[in-house]
């Protein structure tokens, strides 16, 4: 296991914590499964399953061989994250107008979102590093994450949240489990930036997806779907895209799971952005090979307003790789996707339903033929936004195409019974 620059090539050991290289490329973890027996492993992670209270109980810490072999196991901190559904639903079917779709409830993590397969990893490797105190900058998810593992590890974490346009619901949380939360009047992108410049003088272990110990945990996700559908995937995966390190880790799992031979043929990656944040989409459609910064994001979808996601460059590599592609979608869009995706009993998060609301329009493109087959990753909790409840079911706007209002009524059974189906 090394670090590699991903610009110039250059190699760095791991057990240095730095995530730029001196030429300012960000660096990549990369494995040698040169003398890997893909059988073996199979059936390892497959006794695993049994596991219950050890690390390898972990939909993360299952895959160690592939993600962290050399980590010391008590250096490992775990909530068992991972081991996350995989559902299918008549209505999303309907919806998107494709037979074989099924969801992944990242959603279903302890701290409700998938930003936990990653942050296991980065917190285990700081705490082998011998850092007390972890850093990031956060729409909410990261930081829910990131002070969730912290007090776990009993170590500190100092979080960066926008002063607006995020959910009050994942700053509570960030909160709640200790975290000392700064409220910045800036983005998401400033508070990276600050990062990057000075939290090596503070000390401070960074855990957001330039951290690339997060990437080889988000890895997980693709190895449990493949796992879970007995190493048999669908044509096509779709994610969102915000800061672009959930799209990465997929297409290297991907390409991990391809070149050990656990599976056969390599699906094809969708990333959906929001129209409000989009600028990768946007290279992506103009066939640039630069990424030009948005200065002034904005989507509903909180967890995706990311107008300068710092790792497109990794994640055009994963387009290339996969033949994928990418797609952007309107909030209303999202909105209603994420209406049929509660309705159907799972439930999400906005940003999670940008996934369905890309598959339906990819679908009607004739981008995506309706006999293949796709698997859409929901990526946090319906919980975690509940103003955008709110606003959808009790709003005034006529967008909520699928409103489910309150029925205020007296307790008379004439009244209740013309209700009941
Ligand atoms: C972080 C996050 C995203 C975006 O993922 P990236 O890896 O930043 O592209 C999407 N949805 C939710 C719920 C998130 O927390
Ligand atoms: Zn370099």
């Keep these: 296991m090394k670090l590699v620059c991903i610009d110039c090539g250059q190699e760095m050991s791991s057990n240095d914590f730095i995530y730029h290289c001196t030429c300012g490329g ?19 992670f497959n006794e695993r399953l049994a596991e219950r209270m050890t690390p390898y109980a972990s939909g993360v810490w299952r895959y160690k061989e592939l993600i962290c072999p050399e980590l010391p196991e008590d250096c490992i901190v775990t909530k068992y994250e991972g081991n996350t559904g995989l559902y299918s639903s008549e209505l999303i079917q309907r919806y998107t107008g494709l037979n074989q779709v099924s969801l992944k409830a990242q959603s279903e993590n302890p701290s409700g979102s998938f930003k936990d397969n990653g942050m296991t990893v980065a917190v285990s490797h700081g705490k082998y590093l011998g850092y007390k105190n972890f850093t990031c900058t956060s729409t909410g998810n990261t930081s829910s994450s990131l002070a969730m593992y912290a007090s776990i590890a009993h170590a500190n974490s100092y979080v960066f949240v926008p002063n607006k346009d995020i959910s009050i619901n994942k700053v509570l949380q960030t909160i709640a489990y200790g975290s000392h939360v700064f ?12 990062l990057e410049k000075y939290s090596s003088d503070l000390g401070l272990y960074v855990c957001n997806s330039i951290n690339p110990f997060r990437i080889e945990g988000q890895k ?31 297409g290297k799992g991907l390409h991990d799971l391809f070149t050990l031979g656990f599976i056969e043929k390599m699906p094809r990656v969708a990333i959906v952005q929001a129209d409000g944040a989009c600028p990768f989409h946007k290279m992506i459609a103009q066939e640039k090979n630069e990424l030009t910064p948005e200065l002034r994001p904005y989507t509903r979808a909180s967890a995706m307003n990311i107008g300068n996601p710092p790792s497109w460059k990794k994640a055009m590599h994963i387009i290339r790789q996969t033949n994928g592609i990418t797609i952007s ?12 995706i509660d309705k159907s009993g799972i439930g999400c998060e906005p940003a999670s339903a940008a996934t369905v609301a890309g598959l339906r329009n990819l679908v009607s493109q004739r981008v995506i033929d309706k006999e293949e087959s796709a ?8 919980l975690k936004d509940t103003d955008a409840l709110n606003e959808y079911h009790f709003g005034e706007s006529n967008h909520s195409t699928f409103k489910n209002a309150l029925h205020p009524t007296s307790l008379a059974y004439d009244t209740i019974k013309k209700y009941i189906l």
């Design 183 to 194: 409220s910045i009047s800036g983005t998401y992108d400033d508070g990276i930036q600050f």
């Design 375 to 382: 698997l859409c990753i929901l990526t946090g909790n319906m």
């Design 26 to 44: 960000l660096l990549d973890i990369v494995h040698d499964f040169h003398n890997y027996d893909a059988d073996f492993l199979k059936h390892l």
């Design 220 to 250: 997980s996700i693709v190895y449990e779907i493949a796992q879970y559908l007995n190493w048999d995937l669908p044509d096509w995966i779709i994610v969102p895209g915000g800061a672009l390190s959930n799209a990465t880790a997929l």
């Design 329 to 340: 979608v309107k909030d209303d869009e999202i909105l209603d996707a994420k209406a049929i």
